[in-house]
């Protein structure tokens, strides 16, 4: 934020000479409006149904940010974000005034200006780390999509780059700004529930399997080789990118040359809040064992079906993931918390409604999008800052590698290495693109 701001700065002082008869109080900050001098400028890339329905409204609606630039590959997308961003200022949503929003095909051409303070990147996942480094080494800020990584190579990447530009990071997830993750982690890490003994993590089953896919002609709107980027080559067909002119959920979220499936997609939704809860967030565990269940090898979407896995951290906590519904469940020898996105229980009941004590540890509770925004203005750590995105993927990561390669792994969590186990460790660098079993 350092040279955008100060270029507008000087900017702001030079312009002070030839300054209108009549300032209305936004542009000099009075009834709570923040001058646009001092807004939060952003780039949104990547404009498919996640940033169409989620971050353009609700980074938009967050005082103190000013929309700037889009970037999509897809023009359909991309035409369409620069209106979702205006409806939001014409109904009153959003704070301040509209203003020019350009359009790029090419990330680098948006990370090339230096009047943009931060990005939101929400691109397929096989895109994530890449952009997201080149975003820090541009000096933006960066919000990221989560899951943030591929591999447990690009993690560590991403730790050392944030650290180095000391740029703002933030997993751009909800789950540990809801009231069910925010209130299991106050009752867990305060000890309203005893020793914790297991904790349980659990993501919906994914979609059924597909029938294999023809080559088809790219639409003229998408761009496909800059779609496909760092993943390998493939002709293109409609169910293994994203629906055509349409915001439906893409086919891409169920291949494995470009995602994990569930495993790191919800996993790192409630395996995040549970790590958070459990204080094991810049940590891993010491072992990994697991099964799935791939779909058959005609099938063309070919990420897990569904799994179960058990951890077993250097503590000797016992952690269970497995696929059912989206819950997370910690028991300790006191009590239980179980929580979900939108509901919570525990036994006692009582814990429900305990009021925390003065003493007590408390924990940030805010909009993931106010928290990345609050953090680009005071510099300090996000709520999810790089090193805890890199620890909740790996656990996803860790799982899925355990069942892929079929036994038990056992992990050094500090060296971030798999123990005496080469065929394992091949995969710190390179992310699962096929079923064990494929040719």
Not at 149 to 157: F, L, N, P, V
Not at 282 to 308: A, C, H, M
Request: charged content about 25%.
């Amino acid at each position: 934020m350092t040279t955008a701001v100060t270029r507008r700065g000087l900017l702001k002082t030079a312009a002070a000479f030839a300054a209108p008869t009549f300032i209305p109080a936004t542009a000099l900050g009075r009834d709570g409006a923040i001058p646009p001098s001092e807004r939060v400028t952003m780039g949104f890339i990547g404009c498919g149904r996640q940033t169409y329905f989620k971050n353009i409204p609700l980074f938009v609606r967050t005082r103190g940010v000013q929309a700037v630039a889009v970037c999509d590959v897809d023009q359909w997308r991309l035409a369409n974000a620069i209106p979702q961003i205006k409806s939001q200022y014409d109904s009153g949503k959003a704070k301040g005034t509209f203003t020019q929003v350009d359009q790029y095909e090419d990330y680098q051409d948006l990370l090339a200006r230096d009047d943009i303070d931060a990005v939101c990147i929400a691109t397929p996942d096989h895109w994530h780390a890449e952009m997201a480094i080149d975003a820090m080494r541009a000096g933006k800020d960066v919000a990221l999509e989560k899951p943030i990584i591929r591999t447990i190579r690009q993690g560590q990447d991403l730790v050392r780059v944030a650290k180095q530009t000391g740029r703002i990071f933030r997993v751009d997830s909800e789950f540990r700004s809801g009231m069910p993750a925010h209130r299991a982690t106050t009752l867990v890490r305060n000890g309203y529930v005893g020793k914790v003994r297991r904790v349980v993590t659990s993501v919906p089953e994914t979609d059924i399997p597909c029938p294999p896919q023809p080559e088809m002609p790219v639409p003229k709107e998408l761009n496909f080789q800059r779609w496909q980027g760092p993943a390998p080559k493939v002709p293109y067909t409609t169910l293994g990118v994203h629906p055509h002119q349409d915001y439906s959920r893409p086919g891409w979220m169920r291949r494995l040359l470009y995602c994990d499936g569930m495993i790191t997609n919800w996993g790192t939704h409630l395996c995040n809040g549970a790590m958070w809860a459990t204080d094991t967030e810049r940590t891993g565990p010491v072992e990994i064992k697991g099964t799935g269940t791939y779909p058959d090898r005609e099938s063309f979407w070919n990420v897990l079906l569904n799994f179960q896995v058990d951890f077993r951290f250097a503590d000797g906590l016992r952690w269970e993931y497995r696929t059912e519904s989206p819950y997370l469940l910690i028991e300790g020898d006191e009590g239980w918390v179980r929580a979900g996105f939108r509901e919570i229980d525990a036994h006692p009941k009582s814990l429900l409604t305990v009021k925390p004590k003065p003493t007590d540890q408390s924990f940030r509770f805010k909009s993931e999008k106010q928290d990345f925004i609050d953090c680009v203005r005071d510099r300090s750590e996000t709520l999810e800052p790089a090193e805890v995105g890199h620890r909740v993927t790996s656990l996803g990561l860790l799982a899925h590698i355990a069942i892929h390669s079929g036994r038990s792994l056992q992990w050094d969590p500090d060296k971030e290495i798999f123990v005496n186990d080469d065929d394992a460790n091949a995969y710190l660098d390179q992310p699962i693109q096929h079923r064990p079993n494929d040719a």
